[in-house]
């Protein structure tokens, strides 16, 4: 199966003022409609992508997914299991007329201390679906799939 794998790596130079570092950030076309997350305690978090302009979902996650149901796919983000987010953490940016924005925040408002090292990482896949049934076909390849931190090298 295709994916894409992401090994996003940080470090400071020098002292470095920051007001929010994000370790990742996947742009997702409007008619995505649906998000779904998988927590780090085994819980489902499910909600839907309306275009209000707000933040919906903010927590550490073992992975997500977004449905495309015009594209009849479904988007899965998988990330290593001890990668800990701050403030936004993954949370989605569900945007009127433009997008619905991903984001995965490393770091807050802060000081990036000199020789500081961090890292984000995500597995990206893409699973084919048609009505409405995404969640399962998400669920089974989410339990199924190959162990991320074997596919992101800096893990």
Same mark, same amino acid.
């Given at each position: 199966? *295709?994916?894409?794998?992401?090994?996003? &790596?940080?470090r400071a130079l020098e002292n470095t003022p920051v007001s929010r570092l994000y370790g990742l950030m996947h742009c997702w076309r409007l008619s995505t409609d649906k998000y779904m997350a998988g927590l780090i305690d085994g819980t489902i978090v499910e909600g839907d992508l309306t275009g209000a302009g707000n933040f919906v979902f903010n927590? *550490?996650?073992l992975w997500t997914a977004v &449905?495309?149901?015009?594209a009849q796919v479904a988007?899965?983000?998988r990330f290593p299991p001890n990668q800990r987010g701050v403030?936004?953490?993954?949370?989605?940016?569900d945007l009127p007329?433009?997008?619905?924005?991903?984001y995965f925040q490393l770091m807050g408002k802060t000081i990036f201390s000199r020789g500081t090292r961090l890292?984000?990482?995500a597995v990206v896949e893409v699973i084919e679906i048609s009505g409405d049934d995404w969640r399962e076909k998400v669920l089974q390849h989410v339990?199924?799939?190959p162990n991320v931190s074997a596919l992101i090298h800096h893990r």
């Open positions: 199966k *295709d994916f894409v794998a992401q090994d996003n &790596r940080f927590q *550490d996650a &449905r495309d149901p015009e988007i899965v983000l403030d936004r953490k993954h949370a989605f940016w007329r433009l997008y619905h924005k991903q890292s984000a990482g339990a199924s799939a």
